[in-house]
């Protein structure tokens, strides 16, 4: 077993860990952050993305260890201080880019990555970037169309039935 210790969400956090630990792993069943879904654990799916020193990562192919000493963002840092929802989350909200949610949070943390390092993509550009994400429910339209209102351009929102 290993000592780690990382910030998460900008608190201090820690724990034992075997070598062989999986980030993700650590994240669930260690801090009981269980917004960083695994679907996949083959670096497929990006429902597991979270920010490691402001990169995004794939949590289910990076080892804890790895980790330590880093700066850590999940989904449930998004958040505002407030607690009110983040402009990406917001979006996802007011534009329906959800259907059962598995694959959100690692959505919501990708679009932060985009957003970060493209802050007005085009649509190609999102849909591109979001090529290692899977959604089996939306068929990605809501979920481009909430990136791109997240971005600030004008984008219609989702009528409500």
């Known amino acids: 077993m290993t000592k780690i210790e990382m910030n998460v969400n900008g608190r201090a956090a ?10 993700s792993s650590f994240l669930r069943d260690e801090l009981r952050l269980t917004g960083t879904h695994v679907g996949c654990d083959t670096s497929q799916c990006g429902a597991c993305v979270v920010h490691v020193n402001g990169e995004a990562v794939k949590s289910c192919t990076m080892l804890a ?12 840092g998004m958040a505002n201080a407030d607690g009110s929802l983040s402009v990406i989350q917001q979006a996802f909200q007011d534009h329906h880019g959800l259907q059962c949610g598995f694959c959100t949070p690692g959505m919501v ?4 990555a985009l957003l970060k390092e493209n802050p007005k993509p085009s649509e190609a550009e999102v849909r591109d970037y979001l090529e290692g994400n899977i959604c089996r429910c939306t ?3 809501n979920i481009v ?3 791109m209102a997240a971005s600030g351009q004008d984008v219609a929102p989702v009528a409500a039935e």
Do not use: D, P
Not at 65 to 76: H, K, M
């Open 145 to 147: 169309k909430a990136i």
């Open 14 to 23: 820690s724990g034992e860990v075997e070598g062989r630990t999986l980030l």
């Open 65 to 76: 260890v790895e980790a330590a000493g880093s700066e850590v963002t999940t989904v449930e």
């Open 139 to 141: 068929g990605y339209h």
């Open 109 to 112: 943390m990708s679009a932060a």
